[in-house]
């Protein structure tokens, strides 16, 4: 027997300058039932992150504004420390 899984209850932020591939990432994971947030640079998901907690993060590498992951994470911890 398989068990349900609710993936609605963990969001997903999408960080990712190219248009095409941001549309193909809604769609893909919408179609699996995760909720999701997307925007285009990782200033705007610092401010996403700010707004909201999001669990899982798909981002690239490289992006306008602030580069992904390490920046992001390195901003949104510097975000946690301040509170």
């Known amino acids: ?4 899984t ?4 963990d969001p997903v932020l999408f960080a990712k300058d190219d248009t095409v591939s ?4 809604e769609k893909t994971i919408g179609l699996i039932g ?3 947030a997307t925007v285009e640079n990782g200033v705007q998901a610092l ?3 700010r707004e909201q907690f999001f669990p899982i993060l798909v981002t690239d590498w490289m992006m306008p ?3 992904g992951p ?3 994470c390195y901003a949104r ?3 946690f420390f301040l509170r």
């Open 1 to 4: 027997m398989q068990a349900d």
């Open 6 to 9: 609710d993936y609605s209850r």
């Open 22 to 25: 941001r549309i193909f990432l």
């Open 34 to 36: 995760y909720k999701f």
């Open 47 to 49: 401010a996403a992150f």
């Open 65 to 67: 504004e602030m580069d």
């Open 70 to 72: 390490i920046r992001l």
């Open 77 to 79: 911890k510097e975000d």
